[in-house]
């Protein structure tokens, strides 16, 4: 709907908009949320409204579009978008909609192209945009130049690639200079995409996220994760064991002779970035702890590198290993259906088959995702229920969901217009 007309009509969700300032202003901060963020239609409209059209999202990798032409898409609620490698190399992002009667350009999630055509009339755009073709008969007077696509803010760093919807996006300077620097010994232009898989899970995208922010359902939910993964990843935790600190203060060590950054960052409760050792003997996310790929990334000289764990709200996490690095990537379908896509990456020289088996290197993530599905939908079907009321977290094993759910609603309410940094906090 045209903003400006649609700016003239009265705002369906004007009191949905006012409960859930109400209620976020009034959580107890320790407390799961009440039942409509998870659940309700018109609280699900506003996650997409204020969340996911105002934020900076993980789209995808920068290698995955390598050179000119390729270009891949993505559904952001109703949003098509896609991004693609322009002639100078740098990259474009469009939402994925001609300029004509409004069909999707691309329909395939990657793909190559020397133009961008539209299927139904074949309007051809150029890769940074402008309209070039739209036929004669449009008119001799037909501007060309007043119908290019419409753009979106695109930036990249580290390999990764980002989106904001908005005209007016946050800061986000900081993270993406630490993400050069941290992933510089990777060399991401030459990496690829092994492999990746999606799946749907039938639950609200915050309790996708809650779970992932904790490891307090690990031990008695993923025994192929346990056999890599530290349940905890700084020795500030008050889990951390002394055995674990002395390891740490070894690896860190080592990493500092291969200049390899491991330091604890954080901006905000938005992003976090840490490396963290494996289990003890452990070198790589696969269930014999050994290297997944012979050929280690970049410059990048041992496998030994635990993990360098990278969130990003509200929508990604990642592990960077020696040899390879898994990425995932959340997006809503709906009040109670979420896609989670998982990509593998390696050196862009391995060879599968001869240095990688994608058998072998997704076997570990693929069953923890598949936990962690139905470990969400159970969540999903309980919090449905009559008998549901806000839960207490454990501030020692599930401050990562506190941290996530106080920059939810921090930014949610300041994007609806309300202050966010001093929640009026109802304990008890």
């Not at 800061?171 to 941290?182: K, M, P, W």
Request: net charge negative; aromatic share 10%.
């Amino acid at each position: 709907m045209d903003p400006k007309f649609s700016a003239r009509l009265d705002d369906p969700l004007a009191p949905a908009r006012e409960a859930t300032v109400e209620m976020l202003a009034n959580r107890r901060r320790t407390f799961s949320l009440p039942q409509p963020f998870y659940n309700d239609p018109r609280l699900f409209a506003l996650d997409m409204q204020e969340i996911f059209e105002k934020e900076w999202l993980f789209a995808g990798m920068s290698c995955e579009i390598p050179a000119k032409g390729n270009y891949l898409t993505l559904e952001i609620g109703d949003n098509p978008i896609i991004l693609v490698r322009g002639n100078d190399g740098s990259v474009h992002g469009f939402h994925n909609v001609c300029r004509h009667r409004g069909s999707r350009l691309c329909v395939s999630e990657k793909g190559k192209v020397a133009k961008l055509v539209c299927p139904y009339h074949q309007w051809t755009y150029e890769l940074d945009g402008r309209l070039l073709f739209a036929g004669t008969d449009m008119g001799a007077g037909f501007d060309l130049g007043a119908y290019g696509l419409k753009p979106i803010q695109v930036r990249t760093a580290g390999g990764f690639l980002f989106i904001s919807l908005a005209e007016q996006p946050p800061a986000i300077d900081d993270l993406l200079a630490t993400l050069e620097h941290y992933l510089e010994p990777y060399d991401m232009a030459n990496t690829k995409v092994a492999v990746e898989s999606s799946i749907v899970e039938q639950a609200n995208w915050k309790l996708v996220i809650e779970n992932n922010r904790e490891c307090y359902h690990c031990n008695g939910a993923h025994p192929e994760l346990l056999g890599s993964l530290q349940e905890f990843d700084d020795t500030d935790d008050p889990r951390a064991t002394p055995a674990y600190k002395a390891l740490v203060e070894k690896k860190q060590a080592d990493w500092d002779a291969q200049r390899v950054p491991w330091q604890l960052q954080r901006f905000g409760k938005r992003n976090r970035l840490t490396r963290t050792p494996l289990l003890d003997g452990v070198v790589s996310m696969t269930l014999d702890g050994q290297p997944a790929c012979q050929k280690l990334m970049g410059r990048i000289e041992s496998p030994d590198l635990g993990s360098l764990r990278i969130l990003h709200l509200p929508n990604s996490w990642n592990h960077f290993m020696g040899d390879h690095a898994v990425v995932f990537r959340v997006l809503p379908l709906g009040p109670q259906e979420t896609l989670v896509t998982t990509k593998w990456l390696v050196h862009k020289d391995a060879v599968e088959g001869v240095d990688y088996h994608t058998e072998t290197m997704r076997r570990v993530w693929d069953a923890t995702n598949d936990q962690d599905r139905r470990l969400a939908e159970e969540n999903q079907r309980g919090i449905n229920s009559r008998a549901y009321e806000p839960g207490p977290y454990s501030e020692t094993y599930e401050f990562g969901v506190i941290d996530f759910l106080d920059w939810y609603g921090e930014r949610m309410l300041e994007n609806l217009g309300h202050t966010a940094p001093h929640l009026q906090v109802v304990k008890g």
